[in-house]
């Protein structure tokens, strides 16, 4: 069984969607047991209202929050008992596989970094974001972890990405691409044309050049490889025309009595498409190259985004994507 810690405090709509997400998980997997983390009270009169397998879910006290507007290193340090810091030090101690929280980002970098630890030769991890395309999804990272990165930072990302889209996702020789202003090689920033090269020499990875920001919806690469300021960008930018264009369709097919017929005969199809263009089917976003697992959801997750986080974890320990990575970094020493 599968023991992931979850942050029962942490984001806008805890602890009820994540409590929630929780007895969703646990309803629909019996290979996994949740160490639901957070303040006694408030998380137990949550599970009160669900019927659930009792076994699967156990209470974890923290007393504890880290608010998002808190500067991240002197939470961490100063708040032991707060539900992130207990729940990474639950997967330090080998307790839980793996920790889920939509809590603040800045504290589950800091506390992954330096309660979990990285990976040996890991110089930076990066937050890697599943993101909908026309042909599937896509690894998007580093999504919100480093702003400042070096060459050699974004080529481990482009590493680390290929591994778990290959092993979690199942791609075959996944296509990486780095983010850039047009798709020829001398194209860029001095961080981009410094990296395009590196790329290049990298034998183990598919890299297939520069990709632009218009490309990515299209699925013009598998991994898409950047900064944290580019990748954050380019996510909420992802993220916010989606939900404005569906929101315009909406409101376009109530227009008028013609279109509410139309409506009527194009919605199955049209929430099939929209569906997968929904990126809280996908889960969170994971720190690789800790040595544990650590996943970042949406601030304003819903229940469905922390069951498929919490879900997501499996297919990550059963593959064995730390060991891997790993064994990638030390076959590059």
Not at 66 to 91: Q, Y
Not at 287 to 310: D, Q, Y
Request: net charge neutral.
């Amino acid at each position: 069984m599968i023991k992931v810690a979850v942050d029962a405090m942490g984001g806008d709509n805890a602890p009820g969607e994540i409590v929630k997400g929780v007895v969703d998980a646990v309803s629909h997997r019996e290979d996994i047991q949740v160490l639901l983390v957070g303040k006694e009270e408030a998380v137990k009169k949550e599970l009160s209202r669900y019927t659930y397998p009792k076994k699967q879910v156990l209470l974890i006290p923290a007393s504890e929050v880290i608010e998002t507007e808190e500067p991240p290193v002197n939470a961490v340090r100063r708040k032991k008992d707060s539900s992130i810091v207990v729940g990474m030090n639950l997967v330090k101690s080998g307790e839980a596989d793996a920790f889920v929280s939509a809590g603040s980002s800045g504290a589950i970098l800091v506390g992954g970094q330096v309660i979990v630890g990285r990976l040996k030769g890991v110089e930076r991890p990066p937050f890697g974001a599943l993101i909908p395309t026309e042909k599937g999804v896509s690894l998007l990272l580093d999504s919100g972890a480093n702003v400042d990165a070096r060459p050699s930072h974004l080529v481990q990302f482009a590493r680390m990405g290929s591994i778990y889209m290959e092993h979690v996702i199942g791609i075959a020789r996944p296509r990486v691409g780095i983010v850039n202003i047009g798709a020829e090689e001398e194209k860029g920033n001095a961080l981009v044309k410094e990296t395009f090269p590196l790329l290049k020499e990298c034998s183990d990875i598919n890299f297939t050049g520069s990709i632009e920001a218009r490309e990515i919806p299209h699925g013009g690469a598998d991994v898409i490889v950047c900064e944290a300021f580019t990748g954050n960008v380019i996510l909420k930018l992802y993220e916010g025309t989606g939900a404005t264009l569906i929101s315009m369709v909406k409101k376009g097919m109530m227009g008028s009595l013609r279109s509410k017929v139309g409506a009527l005969l194009v919605k199955p199809a049209l929430k099939e498409t929209l569906k997968a263009f929904d990126a809280s089917r996908y889960g969170g976003a994971p720190l690789l190259g800790l040595k544990g697992l650590v996943v970042k959801t949406h601030g304003s997750a819903s229940a469905r985004e922390v069951s498929n986080s919490i879900i997501q974890c499996v297919t990550f320990k059963e593959q064995k994507i730390n060991e891997k990575i790993r064994e990638s970094l030390e076959a590059k020493e």
